[in-house]
C-alpha cells in the first residue's frame, strides 16, 4: 500500500513540477538559480569538491551554480553511471559553460564520459520530487542517491527545487537522509542540524 502511494505521489509531483515550470516565461526561468544564498555558499567549504545534476525536463537548472562554484576555484562533479544497473559514481564536469566534456548517459541525461576523472563530493546539490520544510526529501525511486548519501555520510546534501514542491509530509522511511538545507526561487529552507547553523 505505502509503495502504491509514493509511485501516486511520484507521478502528480512530476506531473505539477513540468506544469509549474512550463508556465514559467523562458526569460524568468533564465533569472533563477543563477547563483547561492550567501548561507549557501557559506556551507561550501574552500577547496570543496561541489556535486551537482545535470537536470532533466522539470528539475531546477544547476548551470549557474556550476558556473558560480567553477569560477570560485571548486571543482565539480556530476552523476556518472556505467549502465542502467551499476551503482552511481561521480566524475569531474570541467566545462560547465558548454557542456563539452558530457556525452548521454544510460538514463538520458548527460554525464562526464569514461576519461573523465572519479570524484567524490564534499558537497552535493540534490535533484528531488518533492521535500518538506523539514529538509525530507522524495527522489525519483530509483535510491541512486540515497545509496550514495548512505556510503558518503560526510558529504553535505542540498537540495534544489521549485516552491511547487514543498510538501507538508513525506514518507519516511530508515534509509532515507534528510537534506542540509533546501534552496527553491522564493525560499530557503535551513540549513538543518549543521553546527553553527541559525
Known sequence: MELEAKRNLRKNL??????HVSSLPESVRGLLFRRPPAPIEALVPEGAVVGLYHPTIGEAPTGGYARFFAEAGHRLALPR???EKSIMEFAQWSDPWGDGDLEVGPFGALQPDDEAEALDPDVLFVPLLGFTA???RLGQGGGHYDRWLAANPDALAIGLAWDVQ??????VEAHDRPLAAVVTPQRM???????GAR
Do not use: H, I, M, Q
Open 166 to 171: 514543498e510538501l507538508p509530509a513525506l514518507p
Open 14 to 19: 512530476r506531473k505539477a513540477r513540468l506544469d
Open 134 to 136: 523539514s529538509g525530507a
Open 189 to 195: 529552507f535551513g540549513p538543518f542540524g549543521l553546527v
Open 81 to 83: 553511471f556505467a549502465d
